[in-house]
């Protein structure tokens, strides 16, 4: 079936099975391999995208369920001059990259909490990233990550209020 979507703000469409999984078609029919596949049933997160702006596990998502919404992977929240977002800067500066398998999951994760909710509190936190496991890092760097990010980019809508 023909498939129309909008990834990281294009227009695609592509042929695929309605029944294929989201992260399939990503990763080998979009080279966006950005978006790690860990357990391939919902536990680890680390396959989270966005649709319509809410993280989901793109392992269980199937390619018909996307039609005419809009996803956003890791690949799509860099600036346009290639600059990282101010969460996966936070996320460096913080120490809460080890490895990084689950690090598009929790970035993405953290985009989704922090559009809604500019200061979350620790709890706000933990809770948003529940559904993401990180084997490395023992989640303290990653919620100071987080923390630090929140504080960025208030700043940074400060800054751009104050100019405009
Ligand atoms: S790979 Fe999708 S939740 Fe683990
Ligand atoms: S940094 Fe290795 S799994 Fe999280």
Partial sequence: MLIRFTCNGKAVQLEAQPEARVIDVLRDELGLTGTKEGCGR????????????????????????????EITTIEGIAGKDGALHPIQEAFLDKGAVQCGFC??????????????????????????????????????????????????????????????
């Fill in 42 to 69: 919902g536990e680890c997160g680390a396959c989270t995208i966005l649709l319509d702006g809410k993280p989901v596990n793109s392992c269980l998502l199937l390619a018909g369920k996307i039609a005419d919404r």
């Fill in 103 to 164: 690090t598009p999951g929790m970035i993405l994760s953290t985009k989704a909490l922090l559009d809604e909710n500019s200061a979350p509190e620790l709890a706000e936190i933990e809770e948003a990233l529940s559904g993401n496991l990180c084997r490395c890092t023992g989640y303290g760097k990653i919620v100071e990550g987080v923390l630090e990010a929140s504080e960025r980019l208030r700043q940074g809508s400060h800054h751009r209020g104050d100019v405009s």
